[in-house]
């Protein structure tokens, strides 16, 4: 079974979404691919060449590979994450893997800001696993839910602010180019004028509060059929 964390474009709220079902046969395919950091920079050769270039930031990243929280694993698949998405993250709990998909289409700085937040997303997935099982049991509301997931990715979107503006340092002329780059730095530092910001920043936000609430139907209607 997995489960998709699908996390969107900055410049609205990221909201992490769950798909149950089964495995696909590529998602099980690639669960027999090399993995590591080294694999992305290999399959994304620009942004492993960026990445090289900031030692500290690709230190930071390997610490955090090898270090994962709540057991699992995390592990970089080159599939593109679905719906059209910059970056998600597919949650296997039978193999304790978190595979990482960052979408083709972004510079490398975006990719490299994207790889830094599903890490974190899969580093904090037991925290998003406390609110499914709220979901599932009835004791959290759809509105609650919705609200909480999207707070607690923010959290995720601070961490990932500050570690960048340290950590990848970029020209002016590069910043103005990029997309989840600038918009991660442009981010509020504090949620209700975040999600005012990501509402006018982006038809994105009411995408991910739109999948956000059936990722609670889904998790509702999976409950009742037990």
Known sequence: MIRNSFSFRFGLLLACCVILGCSSDSSRQALGQPHSLDAFMADRPEAGELLRQHPALEQWLRKGWSRPGGGYRIQW???????????????????????????????????????????????????????????ASGTISRAAFVGAVGEAEYGTVLRVKDCVARLLPLPSNEVASSKLYRDLLEAPAEFAAYKEWSRSHSENYRISMDLAGHQFDDLQKGSSKQ
Not at 90 to 104: F, Q, T, W, Y
Not at 112 to 132: G, I, K
Request: some cysteine.
């Open 77 to 135: 698949s080159n599939e593109q994450p679905p719906h059209g998405l910059s970056a998600g993250t597919g949650i296997v709990p039978e193999d304790r893997l978190a595979l990482i998909r960052i979408s083709e289409k972004y510079a490398p700085p975006d990719q490299l800001v994207a790889l830094c937040f599903e890490t974190c997303n899969a580093q904090a997935h037991s925290r998003f696993e406390a609110l499914y099982s709220k979901a």
